[in-house]
C-alpha cells in the first residue's frame, strides 16, 4: 500500500496514514507472549495508592510527585510498594504514550500494534461523533459572532471558510471568537488613547494588557457571559491581530 502525500492534511493527519501503511506492510512474525517480552517498558515502585474507584481502577503516586490511573480489572488491586511496569514508547515517563502496563510482573494489559492504532481511531471517532452532535448549538453562537464582524475582521474568516468548506464544524467557534475578540479590543483601545500624546498600536496594546482580568472581559466578552472558557493562546492571539489592524496590516 503507497499512500500519496496529501498537502492539506495535518501533522498528525499525515502520521496516522503513516502508521496504517506500517502496519499493512510489516511482516512481524512473533507471537503474543515474544511481542510483550521484546517491547520496551519503564517500571516504577508505587509509594501511594488509592482506594480502587467504583470501575476498579486506582489512582497510583511514584517518584514523589507523578501520578497516573490504572485500569485494574475486578479482583486486582496495587499497593504501596508494588512494582509497575509501563509498556510504552519513548523513554521518560511523562512523554511516552503507553500501550500496556504490568503489576509485580503480571501484565494487565498489553496492546497490540494493530489495537492501538484502532484505539486512537475510536477517540477520532468519538470525538468527531461528539463534536457533530453538539454543531448546532456551536454554529448558532458562529452565525452570531460572524454578523458582528467588520472589515478585516469578518475578511479573515472568509478567507479561511473559503479555504476549508467544513472550517464552522472544525473548531468554528476556537477561531472566531478571537476574531471577535481583536474587533472589540481594537474599537476600545482606539477610543481610550490621548489626543496630546497619541499612542502606536503596540504601546495600546500593552495598555490594555495592563488592565484588570475583570476590566478586560468586559471588553473582550461585550458584557456577555464566557460561554466556552476561551484559552490563553486566544487571548495572546485576539491582542496580535488588533495590533496588526491598529498598524493598518492584513490579519
Not at 511482516?27 to 488509592?50: F, K, N, T
Not at 482580568?213 to 490563553?232: C, L, N
Amino acid at each position: 500500500m503507497n499512500f500519496l502525500p496529501l498537502a492539506h492534511l495535518e501533522d498528525y493527519q499525515r502520521g496516522d496514514l503513516r502508521a496504517l501503511e506500517g502496519l499493512f506492510s510489516e511482516h512481524d512474525p512473533r507471537g503474543l507472549e515474544q511481542m510483550i517480552a521484546e517491547d520496551h517498558y519503564v517500571e516504577v515502585v508505587v509509594e501511594r495508592a488509592s482506594d480502587p474507584w467504583e470501575n476498579g481502577s486506582q489512582e497510583i503516586r511514584f517518584d514523589r510527585y507523578t501520578a497516573t490511573v490504572l485500569d485494574m480489572p475486578d479482583g486486582k488491586r496495587v499497593c504501596q510498594g508494588d512494582t509497575v511496569r509501563f509498556y510504552q514508547e519513548g523513554e521518560g515517563l511523562l512523554g511516552g504514550r503507553r500501550h500496556g502496563f504490568a503489576v509485580n510482573g503480571e501484565v494487565i494489559e498489553w496492546q497490540t500494534p494493530w489495537e492501538r492504532f484502532a484505539k486512537r481511531m475510536a477517540m477520532l471517532a468519538g470525538f468527531d461523533r461528539r463534536r457533530r452532535e453538539e454543531f448546532k448549538r456551536g454554529k448558532t453562537d458562529i452565525d452570531r459572532w460572524y454578523a458582528l464582524l467588520r472589515g478585516p475582521y469578518k475578511a479573515r474568516i472568509d478567507r479561511l471558510r473559503a479555504a476549508a468548506p467544513d472550517f464552522d464544524l472544525q473548531g468554528g467557534t476556537y477561531e472566531i471568537y478571537p476574531v471577535l475578540m481583536a474587533q472589540r479590543i481594537e474599537h476600545y483601545v482606539r477610543h481610550q488613547g490621548s489626543s496630546e500624546a497619541p499612542l502606536g498600536p503596540h504601546e495600546l496594546i500593552e495598555s490594555f494588557r495592563a488592565l484588570a482580568h475583570e476590566d478586560q472581559a468586559e471588553v473582550i466578552h461585550g458584557g456577555e457571559p464566557d460561554t466556552y472558557g476561551i484559552s490563553g493562546y486566544q487571548f495572546d492571539c485576539a491582542c496580535a491581530m488588533a495590533a496588526h489592524v491598529l498598524a493598518g496590516r492584513e490579519i
